[in-house]
């Protein structure tokens, strides 16, 4: 997964980017996922490939962020895969998981459009509640969007510390 884009002088924003949903296994955009949550989750912070593709796979919807890269023809553009996260139904309403983005892309605001839409997403759907597990160097990310800590302690996944978030959604 290669990009051009340079964080530092870029922030992103909604126009920036196309954001591909699905639950086909077999799609562009599921591949793409698990691109990108290979790089982030197995390359980047060593968690065991069995861990990270699990088998709650087919049980999930797909959200792809796609940015607009300009390519040198004038007037001609790329879509890269650059952030993803799966949703997982529950009794409480949506479990958020596998949020990764990719290295070029952090601090960019691309983690927040995605979450931003993800947030949408539900809120159309009816759905009441939002949860995740947090890595804890990330609950502020979080924070930022609305999300408060649940009443379960910290914890380890994947030997990451987690705490579990929520967001009520009216």
Do not use: W
């Amino acid at each position: 997964m290669t990009a051009s884009h340079n964080p530092e002088h870029t922030q992103i924003s909604a126009a920036d980017i196309t954001v591909d949903i699905t639950t086909d296994l077999e799609s562009q955009a599921h591949r793409d996922s698990i691109a990108i949550r290979t790089e982030v989750f197995v390359r980047e912070q060593h968690v065991p490939v069995e861990l990270e593709v699990d088998a709650e796979e087919g049980l999930c919807t797909y959200f792809v962020a796609y940015v607009h890269e300009e390519t040198s023809t004038k007037g001609t553009s790329l879509l890269l895969p650059a952030a993803t996260l799966r949703l997982l139904p529950t009794s409480y309403g949506l479990h958020v998981q596998r949020v990764a983005v990719a290295k070029p892309y952090r601090s960019t605001g691309l983690g927040r459009e995605i979450m931003l839409h993800v947030i949408d997403y539900a809120r159309v759907r009816g759905v009441r509640e939002l949860r995740l597990d947090a890595q804890t160097h990330a609950t502020g990310f979080y924070e930022s969007l609305g999300f408060e800590y649940a009443d379960r302690p910290e914890f380890m996944d994947a030997g990451i510390a987690h705490r579990e978030m929520f967001l009520h959604l009216k």
